[in-house]
């Protein structure tokens, strides 16, 4: 297991999602699952769906136990740096967008 560790921006993580190299977002922290990917008990699609983007949300949804989290510490490489990534937009800035579209469509 490597001991570098490192800051990722978002650019740099985004090229980090296939098989060979695959890194996930959690809570700001960045760990390489590509070894990891054959011994996850949730299956490997679920983490290559997830690679090089922020999987915080994902990873919560399934509320892993104590076992994972240790298991996560081994494969920390480092942290995301900048802003948040974000896989959608807030529903609020949806909701505004699709506000404007119909007053648009309705003034023309
Ligand atoms: C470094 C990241 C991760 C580690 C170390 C990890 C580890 C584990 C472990 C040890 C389990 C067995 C149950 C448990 O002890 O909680 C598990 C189950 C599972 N994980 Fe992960 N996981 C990671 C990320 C993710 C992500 C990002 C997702 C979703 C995209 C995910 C989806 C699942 C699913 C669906 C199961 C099966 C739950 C079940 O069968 O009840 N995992 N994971």
């Known amino acids: 297991m490597t001991e570098k560790r490192s800051e990722f921006s978002a650019a740099e993580l985004a090229t980090l999602s296939s098989r060979s190299n695959l890194h996930l977002l959690i809570s700001g922290k960045v760990y390489d699952v590509h070894e990891f990917l054959h011994e996850h008990p949730g299956g490997d699609l679920v983490l290559l769906g997830e690679g090089g983007k922020d999987a915080t949300k994902a990873f919560e949804d399934i509320q892993h136990t104590?076992?994972?989290?240790?298991?996560?510490?081994?494969?920390?490489?480092?942290?995301?740096?900048?802003?948040r990534m974000t896989t959608q937009e807030p529903k609020q800035t949806q909701i505004k967008r699709k506000t404007a579209i119909i007053f648009q469509l309705k003034c023309f």
């Open 66 to 83: 104590d076992d994972a989290k240790e298991l996560m510490a081994e494969l920390l490489v480092g942290y995301h740096t900048g802003e």
